[in-house]
């Protein structure tokens, strides 16, 4: 293709995405096909002959479309928010153009440096102080595994330089709990600690927040029995009820040992954009690593997952490999993000952030997040004034746990209602909402937060419950 065939199609395709965007609504939310329809409808063998661009865009709504969930729709209340702002598509579409690479500072210094100073900016808007420093990863997943990694030869005394893991006379230790993100445990198997090394600390079992004591607990145990305690992962709005873990008493238990600890904010990292929030992660300054996900309710189109540290230069021990074609004469005066984290070559990810905060504007991000925990707060009040339903949990940010018990019903026909009626409702297409364990007993998450999603859609969705669940 050459630069004059793509400025014509790109701006054919610029007009495809605007109006797939304002038609969004219209749309069914969850996707709409059955396992291999997408698959099936493509030919088998690549195009060998060039096709016209308006026939890609042809096949793109007869057979793409249909098979996407639309997470940007303002009736989509599953999982978390995942929003792509359409400030941050042309980021993405800049960046892409550009094709730029980073595999060294010298590969392409603007990659580097514009994401040094993006991701500086974004430390500052949730107040961290500049004792940490930060680079992109693709996801929070990836940035937990770092973490650990991080962790593990911190407390191997980097042993991955001798005998690895295998070397190690004692068994290395990680604390979480079972509200954590199943990426902390997938993290910890694939850092090479075994289940058998990765507590499950007890909750609060109202909040699901972590008890301090029973960590406390939990490494005098391991202590006791020649093992060591490693690294704490904790939930900074966890995925399940939102909740939050006590990171003050956890940094203070852990300090005293040397225990790497991990915050995951992958969610609510984006609330400490508000002040009034900031609370909720007291103590963050003593953790060694955060992750957050501006793609989720932030709105930063995938995959923008910040990873802070305290300590780079233990990461970059780590993580640095040093091959003679990667070296040049600015070494030890350039960030190399490669040894940040595990891939060599990166894309320029920062120009996703940096015409988001550019277009938006960090004060109207703001008033969205806001708009949207009100919508949650006007929600649980209606579930709580309702004697048909109840909040499962606490409501701590944007998420709505919920359940319609019309009190007649076993434990095990409420589970069954429950996903009977959320079922209904999603496959109807008309809202999207995620069911999911709380306690062994099936609940109902309504995570408000899509870029679209006003108080309309959301009294639109507190009726159909109603109506739904009270009325099949
Ligand atoms: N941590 C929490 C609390 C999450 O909610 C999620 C995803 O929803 C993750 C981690 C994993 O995020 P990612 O998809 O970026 O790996």
Redesign the pocket.
Same mark, same amino acid.
């Given at each position: 293709m050459t630069p004059e065939e793509f400025r014509k199609a790109g701006h054919q395709l610029i007009d495809w995405i605007a109006d797939y965007r304002s038609g969004i609504e219209q749309m069914p939310v969850r996707a709409q096909v059955q396992p291999g329809e997408v698959k099936n409808s493509f030919e088998r063998s690549a195009p060998d002959n060039r096709a016209p661009f308006g026939e890609l865009i042809d096949l793109l709504d007869a057979r793409v479309i249909k098979g996407i969930t639309q997470v940007q729709s303002p009736m989509h209340f599953g999982?978390?928010p995942s929003n792509a702002s359409l400030a941050s598509v042309l980021g993405d579409i800049a960046s892409s153009g550009l094709g730029a690479l980073g595999i060294s500072w010298e590969s392409c210094p603007s990659l580097t440096e514009v994401e040094e100073v993006t991701v500086d900016w974004m430390r500052q808007l949730v107040g961290l102080s500049d004792q940490w420093r930060g680079t992109i990863h693709d996801? !929070?997943? +990836?940035a937990?595994l770092t973490a650990l990694l991080a962790a593990r030869e911190k407390a191997g005394k980097f042993c991955l330089q001798h005998g690895g893991l295998q070397a190690l006379p004692d068994a290395l230790v990680v604390y979480t709990t079972e509200e954590a993100?199943s *990426?902390v445990e997938k993290s910890a198997l694939l850092a090479g600690f075994g289940r058998d090394n990765l507590r499950m600390v007890q909750m609060d079992t109202n909040t699901r927040a972590m008890s301090p004591n029973a960590l406390a607990l939990a490494i005098d145990d391991d202590l006791r029995l020649g093992r060591v305690p490693t690294a704490v992962v904790a *939930?900074c709005? *966890? +995925?399940g009820v939102t909740a939050f873990d006590p990171i003050a008493d956890i940094v203070n238990i852990a300090a005293s040992h040397s225990i790497w600890v991990h915050v995951?904010a !992958?969610?609510a990292g984006t609330a400490m954009m508000l002040p009034e929030y900031r609370h909720l992660w007291d103590g963050v300054e003593g953790a060694d690593s955060i992750s957050w996900?501006p793609?989720?309710w932030m709105g930063t189109i995938l995959d923008t *997952?910040l990873f802070f540290v305290r300590d780079p230069q233990h990461l970059i021990r780590v993580m640095s490999t040093n091959p003679s074609y990667l070296q040049s004469n600015v070494d030890g005066e350039a960030t190399q993000y490669r040894d940040w984290g595990i891939p060599l070559g990166r894309r320029f990810r920062s120009l996703k952030l940096w015409f988001h905060l550019h277009l938006d504007g960090a004060e109207a991000i703001r008033d969205r997040l806001r708009r949207d925990l009100e919508n949650a707060n006007w929600l649980a009040e209606q579930v709580t004034a309702n004697p048909d339903w109840e909040l499962v949990s606490p409501l701590t940010l944007q998420t709505v746990c919920v359940r319609h018990n019309p009190g007649n019903l076993g434990s095990a026909a409420l589970d069954q209602h429950t996903l009977e009626w959320v079922r209904q409702i999603n496959d109807s297409g008309t809202a999207f909402m995620s069911p999911s364990q709380h306690n062994g007993e099936w609940i109902v998450r309504v995570s408000i937060g899509v870029e679209s999603t006003q108080r309309k859609h959301v009294e639109t969705l507190w009726q159909l419950m109603q109506d739904t669940a009270g009325g099949y």
């Open positions: 999982w978390f996801t !929070a997943s +990836t937990c993100h *990426s *939930s709005g *966890s +995925t995951d !992958a969610m996900n793609h989720k *997952s």
